[in-house]
């Protein structure tokens, strides 16, 4: 029996990617034993016993390395750990940096390099996009309120107005401009990024790199619906040849490894990248029920098997989303307090 | 064709485009050309046909035919050069 822990499992508004992987993983194999990973007490995935065996909440990663090593090494000694597969952005750098210290231990990864990782910041993409072969939409980054005014004369409402790492917002004038500016230096601090607006259709691909120029799968998907904080709630499979030859082409040229979702948008002049994402997205499960088992593909792979590569999804089947609540005892929620773990 | 040929049309008048994700739903007239433009018919001969199975003269049947393929073209469902015949 495979033990595997998976992180992500804050099913809020703003849902992380682990249950939808979790769901993948034991549509494949039902006993395949699962481990969340959580960092609050709170976390649904804490409570939703059939899904995760086992729950252990984690330190941090700002917290250092050392603090979170030791919490993987002791979870592997108390139940055993075979491979973990992070889906929040926060844990990606540290796990990239200590995959091989966690494979010396039994414990198996299958992440980006820490190289390939760099690639698609904010401030690289522009580069990125233009090897293979894409366009990315007229950006400046600003500092004050003269570069912002500066910025959007040149490019003519309406603009996003983007934070470093999170956050983005569309302003059709200078007050709404001039908030969303102050909003995300508030919160995420200089610099921001003002970007002009592509017309076009926003489509998503997921899939999975081999790490050697190939791909174990890939979705190509369009959101129907968003919620106000601009996450997915229904949603489409497409087959837009270009865009998933196009992905191809960044798996290929840039030899990904591991889970990546590519936004971009379709317009008539061409494919806009807007973001590269180096990990499943919170849809995932999508992408399993149309027949393209990603998650379990990347497990495969971290185990050192040759999984699937075949993408023969259909177009035109829907992703509807959908709240859902349960009740449980106090039980579950004194044990994770007291213990850390449940 | 194009881009029609890709489009994925039921008898009830629902389409999809499976390439943008995108759908549509037409009328009964709507679905009567769209079926013969993606047969490759001209102009001409659509016109005709409309005006044997619905009551109407040549010149409304064209005007028809004329805003529909234009409500096509505003859709991208057909490229802009098409169909100006």
């Known amino acids: ?342 | 064709m194009g881009k029609l040929g890709r489009l994925a049309i039921n008898s009830e008048g629902f389409i999809f485009d499976p390439e943008t994700g995108n759908s549509y739903t037409i009328n009964k007239t709507g679905l009567f050309i769209l079926n013969l433009l993606k047969e490759e018919k001209k102009t001409e001969e659509i016109i005709e046909k409309l005006t044997e199975e619905y009551d109407i003269d040549r010149e409304e049947a064209m005007r028809d035919i004329t805003d529909f393929i234009e409500q096509l073209r505003l859709f991208g469902l057909i490229n802009a050069e098409e169909y100006n015949d």
């Open chain 1, 1 to 342: 029996m495979t033990n595997v822990a998976i992180s992500g499992i804050n099913a809020v508004d703003n849902p992380g990617p682990g249950v939808g992987v979790i769901k993948s993983i034991k549509k494949k194999d039902k006993n395949t034993k699962i481990i969340g990973l959580a960092y609050d007490a709170m976390e649904p995935g804490v409570y939703m016993d059939w899904l995760t065996d086992k729950v252990f909440i984690m330190p941090y990663p700002s917290e250092g390395e050392t603090p979170f090593i030791n919490r993987l090494l002791y979870i592997k000694e108390s139940c055993g750990l075979d491979a973990i597969i992070p889906t929040l952005d926060a844990e990606l750098p540290l796990f990239i940096a200590n995959g091989e210290k966690l494979g010396s231990f039994g414990i198996c990864t299958f992440l980006p390099t820490k190289e390939q990782f760099r690639l698609r910041a904010k401030d690289r993409l522009s580069d990125l996009a233009q090897s293979i072969g894409l366009k990315v939409p007229e950006s400046r980054t600003v500092t004050s309120y003269e570069e912002l005014t500066k910025a959007i004369n040149e490019m003519k409402f309406p603009v996003m107005i983007k934070g470093v790492f999170y956050k983005a917002y569309k302003a059709f004038n200078y007050q709404e401009a001039t908030s969303y500016f102050n909003k995300i230096v508030s919160e995420w601090g200089y610099p921001v990024i003002v970007q002009k607006v592509v017309a076009g259709e926003e489509m998503n691909v997921v899939g999975v790199g081999d790490g050697e120029g190939g791909d174990f799968g890939m979705v190509g998907i369009k959101k129907l619906w968003i919620t106000s904080l601009g996450k997915i709630w229904t949603g489409v499979t497409v087959k837009h040849e270009e865009m998933l030859r196009t992905a191809k082409n960044f798996v290929k040229e840039f030899n990904w490894k591991g889970a990546f979702e590519l936004e971009c948008i379709v317009s008539d002049d061409g494919i806009y990248l807007i973001e590269i994402n180096p990990r499943f997205p919170a849809w995932i499960y999508f992408a399993t029920g149309v027949g393209i088992n990603l998650p379990e593909r990347l497990l495969s792979a971290a185990l050192g098997k040759e999984p699937e590569r075949a993408s023969n999804y259909e177009p035109g089947k829907l992703y509807i989303r959908f709240t859902d609540d349960f009740v449980t005892d106090m039980e579950i929620f004194q044990k994770i307090v007291t213990r850390g773990e449940r």
